[in-house]
């Protein structure tokens, strides 16, 4: 899957829990507080949300991340998934096609850097 099918996919399964859930995207930019052009971009798959807004939609409409982030058809296997469909949605790239264990390690790896990344800031910025 490549980047905008991505956030076409977002922008589909949003403009859907809005619809189930008889909301409008005004109402749902105050609750995870962005404007409403924001919501408006994601719907129409122009920008994806970033991790934390996910978790706050997925909370408030009740579903999973996966539900979210993932094509309908394929959010049946989401639950074993979650986390590494969350991270390949918000990065664009598709690491669907690696087993379990190659996805997680993949992850754990990502997220080892970017811990790397943020204490090597917090460092130079120490004082």
Known sequence: MTSSQ???IMGQNIKRLLKRNGMTAAKLSEVIGVSTATISDWCNGKTYPRI???EMMADYFG???SELVED?????NAA???EPALMAAHWGVD???LPDEERQRVVDRAKAYVEGLIADYEDRNAK
Not at 72 to 76: G, H, S
């Open 6 to 8: 991505g956030k076409e």
């Open 52 to 54: 934390n807004k996910i």
């Open 63 to 65: 579903v999973s991340k």
């Open 72 to 76: 309908p058809d394929q959010v049946a």
């Open 80 to 82: 074993n998934s979650e």
């Open 95 to 97: 690491i669907s096609g």
